[in-house]
């Protein structure tokens, strides 16, 4: 019986390493091609021989040399994905503390509405948002990117179903104690949602930090483009340069990968209640 159960276990053991590789080796072999020598790029699964020319290539301006405004570029990536991922995370806050734990006429109606526009691609409302960024004057601006992105009905989604969860006697403890809403949201709610904010907080940035068609329309000027802006301009004519494109696609993944390292114990712990 104990052979038996050790031979299963085994054999998850394998089937789980083998399933984690294969999710895994896509990233890493674009890692390592970033790296590979450019007669070896694509012609095996693993090169054998390595360099730092797609990088140096690539922040060099490319072929023509031109300098490229690599740091600014990053710097405005930066600023618009963090500013607009807090914007996006009080928005949903605040909402979604609205809908889960306070009584207004309407209440039912609002989510409804909240979860019908959800079901909306937001392309429809490309056109109409430029317009109106650029009637009021924020074309070609920090807060023409980050304004449009300040809400989130995904993040309210979220927000709502596990506010739901948490016992109303909290809510009304902190009440009778004499606390504002605000005060019970900021101090008593927010700090027993740490793992699903966690959660909100990677998705938002990650899809904040890889938008690149409402960047691209929003601005005109070297100084304002983000890194992806900057990149995808770069590659219209250099699509032939896979190395640097590999490289380029390590660049922006590095955000990324550094906050769900250290994040990820938290993180897993908001999925563990997101796919209850």
Do not use: C
């Not at 909402?95 to 989510?111: E, I």
């Not at 317009?131 to 979220?158: E, H, R, T």
């Amino acid at each position: 019986m104990v052979g038996h159960k050790r031979k299963s276990y085994t054999i998850r053991y394998i089937i789980a390493i083998a399933l984690l590789i294969v999710m895994v080796y896509p990233y890493l072999y674009m890692v390592l091609n970033s790296f590979a020598a450019w007669d070896q790029i694509d012609k095996s699964l693993i090169p054998t021989e390595f360099t730092l020319r797609s990088y140096e290539w690539l922040l060099s301006g490319g072929e023509a040399g031109i300098s490229r405004p690599w740091i600014r570029s990053f710097i405005n990536s930066a600023i618009v994905s963090t500013a607009s991922t807090a914007l996006m995370m009080v928005t949903g806050l605040l909402v979604a503390y609205a809908l889960a734990k306070m009584n207004f006429r309407g209440r039912d109606s609002v989510n409804n509405f909240i979860l019908f526009q959800m079901f909306f691609p937001g392309i429809i409302l490309l056109v109409p948002t430029f317009l109106l960024i650029q009637n009021v004057g924020l074309y070609d601006s920090y807060l023409g990117m980050i304004l449009p992105k300040a809400v989130s009905l995904w993040a309210i989604f979220m927000y709502t179903n596990f506010f739901r969860a948490i016992p109303d006697s909290f809510i009304e403890a902190a009440r009778m104690d004499g606390a504002s809403d605000l005060k019970i949201l900021f101090r008593v709610v927010l700090p027993m949602s740490k793992s699903i904010t966690i959660v909100v907080f990677l998705f938002l940035f990650m899809e904040r930090w890889t938008e690149l068609l409402w960047d691209m329309i929003a601005v005109r000027s070297d100084e304002m483009l983000t890194l992806n802006v900057l990149l995808s301009q770069m590659f219209g004519p250099y699509g032939g340069y896979p190395g640097p494109l590999y490289a380029a696609s390590v660049l922006l993944t590095i955000p990324i990968v550094i906050l769900f390292l250290l994040f990820s114990k938290k993180f897993k712990e908001g999925m563990q209640f997101t796919l209850k």
